[in-house]
Nanobody
C-alpha cells in the first residue's frame, strides 16, 4: 500500500514558524526523491522544495529559499519542511510527493501524493 501522510499544518501569524512532516510507507517509501508542493486559493500548484532520500541533495523554489528547509529522516521514512518567517503569501494547502530518481520541480514527475495539509498565515 502506497501512502504519504502530511501533518503539522495550522493557523499562524506572519513571522511565525511551522514544521510540516510527511510520513512515507509502502512503495512510497522506496522512491528516491521527495518533494513539497503547495496550492494557494485560485492558483496553480507550485513546487516548494525537494530532497533525495539517498544523497540528501536539496533544492528550493526562489520564493522560499532562505526561509524554508527540507530535510529527511531515513530511519523514520519521514520528510520535513521547516518553514520560518512565514508570510500571508505562504498560505496554501501543502502536499508531499514521492518520485523516482531525477524528479525535480515539476509535479508531473512525481508518482505518489499525500492528501495535503492546510497552512494559513494571518497578517
Amino acid at each position: 500500500q502506497v501512502k504519504l501522510v502530511e501533518s503539522g499544518g495550522g493557523l499562524v501569524q506572519a513571522g511565525d514558524s511551522l514544521r510540516l512532516s510527511c510520513a512515507a510507507s509502502g512503495r512510497a517509501a522506496s522512491t528516491d526523491t521527495m518533494g513539497w508542493f503547495r496550492r494557494a486559493p485560485g492558483k496553480e500548484r507550485e513546487f516548494v522544495a525537494g530532497i533525495s532520500w539517498n544523497t540528501a541533495i536539496t533544492y528550493y523554489a526562489d520564493s522560499v529559499k532562505g526561509r524554508f528547509t527540507i530535510s529527511r529522516d531515513n530511519a523514520k521514512n519521514t520528510v520535513y519542511l521547516q518553514m520560518n518567517s512565514l508570510n500571508p503569501e505562504d498560505t496554501a494547502v501543502y502536499y508531499c510527493a514521492g518520485g523516482p530518481y531525477g524528479s525535480t520541480r515539476y509535479s508531473r514527475e512525481y508518482t505518489y501524493w499525500g492528501q495535503g495539509t492546510q497552512v494559513t498565515v494571518s497578517s
